[in-house]
């Protein structure tokens, strides 16, 4: 009884510990394309990716902002939940850095990026 139920205990500990990257490819197809923050419709274009006052966005498994990009690595989706967290490194500006897990959350307008200590909503641009 005890390796049963040992067993099991290991196979549901596997099934939440190992990223799917099938459920974090699916989440990046959906979301490819153009964004802007959210509260800031007249003040960024939705046109020019990555430059001043320009897009933000998503384009493969890379975050594009403003003069950086950021890869997203090591998917982990959220069990119960339609978000992936991801690690990213992060480059701009001649240097690259470790920028930490991020949480995306698609929602019906947008995405939420969550950090370790604050959250983004970015809303797709129109197109």
Request: hydrophobic share 40%; glycine share 12%; aromatic share 10%.
């Amino acid at each position: 009884m005890t390796t049963r139920l040992t067993g099991a205990l290991l196979a549901l500990t596997l099934a939440f510990a190992l990223p799917l990257p099938a459920a974090a490819q699916t989440l990046l197809d959906r979301i490819q394309g153009l964004y802007y923050p959210q509260g800031m419709a007249g003040a960024w274009n939705c046109r020019d990716l990555g430059s001043d006052g320009g897009a933000v966005g998503f384009v493969g498994d890379q975050i594009r902002g403003v003069e950086s990009a950021c890869q997203l690595k090591e998917p982990f989706p959220i069990p119960g939940m339609d978000a992936v967290r991801f690690t990213t490194t992060c480059s701009g500006e001649g240097e690259t850095w470790e920028a930490g897990p991020v949480i995306i959350v698609p929602h019906f307008d947008g995405v939420t990026l969550v950090y370790q200590d604050f959250a983004n909503t970015w809303l797709r641009c129109p197109g």
